[in-house]
């Protein structure tokens, strides 16, 4: 192989930070890489300014003897050398092995997976709900084990990275003592910089890696790949707009050069546009949502609070009012059996107490009119099967969408499904000090569990099934996983049932 004379040459491994793939379509898929000698320094060991060619091949077999497609793709320092090869040209529902090379040196080998062709009707649709890795609250163990679960793709609900400062002596892996993280990560996250090596402490975990390699991933964030609770250009301690959008631009920044999303979408300034559509043949449309871009800031200054007229303001929006158009025009055009809303905050209503309650300003509670617009527009439109998954609280929830939520016998509309976190909230507990009294306030609420875990969500033309896996830890490596309920909606009567493992 012949090495460009402008090539900086590589004396160390680039390829660190693993391989990926994701928001695969019937006919092709994005393979990403990022090239990372020395990933915990600003730069990454690579200099500014330059370009690195990097080649990439896709194949039918894991050897690559049966080569589908290959290529090469100019890696620049702007975008921090990271890689987003849009492959086209695929055959439908098929599964594919890629890795990428540079000078001497071959990447891990991942593997992918095209969907079913539009006009197909797939048996099965399977997935993996993932969300919250805080680096410093536990180890990755749930991704080894989603890593090896049979999936159609990975979904992330949001929370990759955090931007708390990191403690090398606090923190679940820093108790381990099984390494000192370097001081860079001591500190809260405002520059690209920062925002840059924050990636690449999370994206050096193998379990991490190993669940990036074995699926396809469709990623959407929540609010800490930016800022705790942040709304829009609203900061959660009210920084300066002018401030706070430069910090969002670089954490944009940062999340696409990561992520395995097409360079079509690479931000520039403080907006990054990525709410879409993906079909699994004629059985599932998935919407993928960003309720955080585009929302009104919380009512009643945010957290906990009773209900009243700031946050039933009709005017306010969790979406952004283009979203909510494209969502409901989406539901309009429809055939799919299943529709389910790829999102990160619960969106069923959750008390803490009965009667008058105070409930989160920060999900689809603080925005009751988001709420009846989307399901209202479901309505409408004839949706039969309506699924929503989300992430953000770090607990399993397994609860029915009730056209209202104080009439346990008003119509079930849907199910949600809500996946406990990676890692953020360290061990968690089987069952927290509110367990018994919030699934007394809330009757839709079917399931209810505090341990770490991911979610395994399979639809079929008949019913969508939950298995809710969980970890008895997360604070060592190496814990087993067991499934710790599972539950079944029936298409055209949806309502959760528990029914055994
Ligand atoms: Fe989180």
Redesign the pocket.
Known sequence: MTRDARQPSLNEDPFTLGVASGDALPDGVVLWTRLAPRPFEPGSGLPPGGCLTVQWELAHDERFRDVARRGEFLAHADDDYSVHVDVTGLAPARTYWYRFRTGPWISPTGRTRTTPAPTASPARARVGLA??Q?YDEGYYTALAHLAEEDLDAVLFL??YI?ENEINAQAGARGYTGDRQLPEVFDHWLTTLDQYRLRYALGKSDPDLQAAHAAHPWYVTW???EVENNYAAAVSQNNLPTDEFLLRRAAAYRAYWENMPLRAGRRPSGPDLPFYRRFQHGGLAQFDILDTRQYRSDQAYGDGWKYPGPESEDPARTITGAEQESWLLDGFRRSDATWNVLVQQVAFCRRKANTGRSRVSMDAWDGYPASRQRVLHGARDAGIANLVVLS????VHYAMDIKEDFDDPASRTLGVEIVGT?VS?GFDGVEKPDDWENALAVNPHMKYYEERRGYVVVTLTPEQVRADFRTIPYATRPGAPVATDAVFVSAAGAPGFTRVPG
């Not at 992430?391 to 770090?394: K, P």
């Open positions: 969300s919250c805080q949001g929370d955090y929540d609010d800490h992430g953000d609280v770090h976190s953020s």
